[in-house]
């Protein structure tokens, strides 16, 4: 946590966790003066009455809507271990597209733990780089003889409009 907010010292405000918990990554971001917004499906579990009961952001939205923000307002945009492999391209194309959307110019995308099968690899590679974001890091490592791990932190570049 400490190595991704060294990439960009003092600009990271405000942010959004993308995923499913508790809002663990909004509390340890709280330590360090960032405001995450936390968006969590309740699968099976009361999901965001946790977040709000921890004194956090909480966010129910499904997959397919956009987010409730204004273009270019969050600072930090991290997901992890929730759209993986499984996910279908298109859908992930609007997340993807929706995110690029909120996400300031020079703020960060931190994809941590996406996993996917080794023969769908360049099509979610290709997903996550279409936006040509500047790579500050970008690894994929075994997760079994089938599977692989990308974990990545990607700076969106500034746009002409």
Request: aromatic share 14%; with cysteine; net charge positive.
């Amino acid at each position: 946590m400490s190595d991704v907010l060294a990439i960009k010292p003092g600009e990271m405000r405000i942010g959004l966790d993308f995923g499913v918990g508790t809002g663990t990554f909004a509390a340890r971001m709280r330590e360090q003066n960032v405001t995450i917004v936390s968006t969590a499906l309740n699968l099976g579990a009361p999901f965001n009455e946790m977040i709000a009961l921890r004194g956090l952001v909480p966010l129910f939205v499904t997959l397919n809507q956009r987010l409730p923000f204004f273009d270019n307002t969050m600072d930090l945009i991290h997901t992890s271990g929730f759209l993986d492999g499984w996910i279908n391209l298109q859908l992930m194309d609007f997340i993807l597209f929706d995110w690029d959307r909120v996400l300031r110019p020079g703020g960060l995308l931190w994809i941590a733990r996406f996993f996917c099968s080794r023969k769908d690899l360049d099509d979610y590679m290709y997903m996550f780089l279409q936006f040509r974001y500047k790579k500050h890091k970008w690894v994929i490592s075994a997760k079994s003889k089938e599977e692989v791990y990308l974990s990545a932190v990607l700076e969106k570049p500034p746009r002409s409009l």
